[in-house]
């Protein structure tokens, strides 16, 4: 794998192993022992001509826009062979400081935007963290819009094309709720339908200082 874990390069078949029990098959084979690896498999079968496949995104340069639009060409061909769920990580942060969680947060620091590895791209450090995470936040709600409106097969590879869109066009400082209420229009979909998904999923909405029910989902389904 890459050093920073993700496994670009990764081709299949492939077996994630453990550091430590990595390093002591390295000492093995420094000291010229014999080892052996035997690995045990489990396949879901099912009689549906159907994959489910899930996307977790904690930014929007996790995957680049090459990556995402071919995803939205697989999915474009592939339609009801597939069922796609993207999903959101978050971090929890409470016990920051109050200026760190108004910048970053929601929820009182309950869930926080969960830069990459290597620190956001140039372009991106001037736009607050909890804007990032509000285009997050609506990016999962035009996907369940999609899924609503009963269309999720035949339109999902929209989704795709969106995020590539808020990529490129976007999220830029100032710039993010408005450009993507017009990616939204282009996808097929009714702006208001769509904040009423983001209003709605607050405890009390509107107020991002209040639960989320949609992140909260998320975070349970990432532990």
Request: proline letters at 4%.
């Amino acid at each position: 794998m890459q050093d920073d874990g993700t496994g670009f390069a990764l081709r299949t078949p492939a077996f994630l192993i453990g550091h430590t029990q990595g390093q002591a098959m390295i000492a093995s084979l420094k000291a010229n022992q014999q080892v052996t690896v035997r690995a045990s498999m489990e396949i879901a079968y099912s009689k549906e001509n159907n994959v489910e496949y899930s996307l977790w995104l904690a930014n929007f340069v996790d995957l680049d826009t090459t990556v995402l639009y071919n995803l939205g060409r697989y999915q474009e061909v592939m339609r009801k062979n597939t069922t796609f769920v993207p999903h959101v990580l978050t971090l929890s942060c409470p016990g920051c400081p109050q200026e760190i969680k108004q910048q970053n947060c929601v929820s009182n620091g309950t869930y926080c935007f969960l830069p990459p590895m290597n620190g956001l791209p140039q372009e991106l450090e001037q736009v607050p963290q909890r804007d990032l995470l509000l285009e997050l936040l609506r990016s999962k709600c035009a996907y369940n819009t999609l899924v609503e409106r009963g269309d999720m097969h035949e339109d999902l590879h929209k989704y795709f094309d969106y995020m590539v869109a808020l990529q490129i066009d976007c999220v830029k400082p100032g710039k993010e709720e408005f450009c993507s209420r017009i990616h939204l229009w282009k996808m097929g979909l009714k702006t208001d339908d769509v904040q009423r998904c983001v209003d709605e999923s607050w405890a009390i909405p509107g107020d991002m200082e209040s639960d989320n029910a949609i992140f909260a989902e998320e975070k349970a389904l990432s532990i």
